[in-house]
C-alpha cells in the first residue's frame, strides 16, 4: 500500500497563476483533509471531505476549492495564486471508526512569487 | 474557539535522558488525543493515541491524560538524537464527524 499520494512535491507559481494539487489515497479511507503547514502557525484545516460526495470548509478556506473527484482522490484548487498561499500543504485521509487517526501524505512545497 | 496549546520549544534533553512534552486544550467536550512526530520537511507521523484519564505505555513513549485538567502529556524514555523532532499535539471530538485541532508543535532535541 502506497498510502496517501500527493502530487506534485514542489512547484513554483507566480501571482495569478492557478493550479491543482492532487492527493490519492489507497487505504479505503472515507475522510479526506487539506491542511497547510506555515512556520509558527501549525498546521491549519483548509478543506475536508468527510465522505465521497461532501466537502467542508475548515479554519482557513479563502482562495482555495476542491473536488473528492471519487472516494480515494481529493484535490486542492487555487485559482488565483497570492504570495500568502506559499506554504507547505499535505493531504491525510481517515478511516470512519472510533478511531479518528489520521494519516498524511508527504506534502507539496508550494511559492507564489 | 477550539484551542490546543504547546511549548514551542526547543527542549533540549541529552541522550538516555526522559523528554516531557505537554500539552494543553481548551475544549472540555474533547476526547481523542494524539501525539503526532514530524521530522523536519517531512510529513506527521502518528505516535501515539490515548482516549481515557491515566497513562498509556508504547516502548519508550508513554502518553498521559488529565480531562479534569485539560492536559496530555508525552513521555519519552531513553531518549535517543533520532527522536529529534518537532512534536505536534492534537485533539478533537468523538461520535459522529469532527476535525482535529492541532497545537504548533514542540521541537526538541536530543544531544548525544
Known amino acids: 500500500n502506497a498510502g496517501v499520494t500527493q502530487t506534485p512535491k514542489f512547484q513554483v507559481l507566480k501571482t495569478g497563476q492557478s493550479m491543482t494539487l492532487q492527493c490519492a489515497q489507497d487505504?479505503?479511507?472515507?475522510?479526506m483533509y487539506w491542511y497547510r503547514q506555515d512556520p509558527g502557525m501549525g498546521l491549519r484545516l483548509i478543506y475536508y471531505s468527510a465522505s465521497e460526495g461532501t466537502t467542508d470548509k475548515g479554519e482557513v478556506p479563502n482562495g482555495y476549492n476542491v473536488s473528492r473527484l471519487n472516494k480515494r482522490e481529493f484535490s486542492l484548487r487555487l485559482e488565483s495564486a497570492a504570495p500568502s498561499q506559499t506554504s507547505v500543504y499535505f493531504c491525510?485521509?481517515?478511516?470512519?471508526?472510533?478511531?479518528?487517526?489520521?494519516?498524511f501524505g508527504p506534502g507539496t512545497r508550494l511559492t507564489v512569487l | 474557539q477550539k484551542e490546543v496549546e504547546q511549548n514551542s520549544g526547543p527542549l533540549s534533553v541529552p541522550e538516555g535522558a526522559i523528554a516531557s512534552l505537554n500539552c494543553t486544550y481548551s475544549d472540555r467536550g474533547s476526547q481523542s488525543f494524539f501525539w503526532y512526530r514530524q521530522y523536519s520537511g517531512k510529513s506527521p507521523e502518528l505516535i501515539m493515541s490515548i482516549y481515557s484519564n491515566g497513562d498509556k505505555e508504547d516502548g519508550r513513549f508513554t502518553a498521559q491524560l488529565n480531562k479534569a485538567s485539560q492536559y496530555v502529556s508525552l513521555l519519552i524514555r531513553d531518549s535517543q538524537p533520532s527522536d529529534s523532532a518537532t512534536y505536534l499535539c492534537?485533539?478533537?471530538?468523538?461520535?459522529?464527524?469532527?476535525?482535529?485541532?492541532f497545537g504548533k508543535g514542540t521541537m526538541l532535541l536530543v544531544s548525544p
Open positions: 492534537a485533539v478533537t471530538r468523538r461520535g459522529g464527524y469532527s476535525t482535529l485541532t
Open positions: 487505504m479505503n479511507h472515507n475522510s
Open positions: 491525510a485521509s481517515s478511516g470512519t471508526g472510533v478511531i479518528d487517526t489520521q494519516y
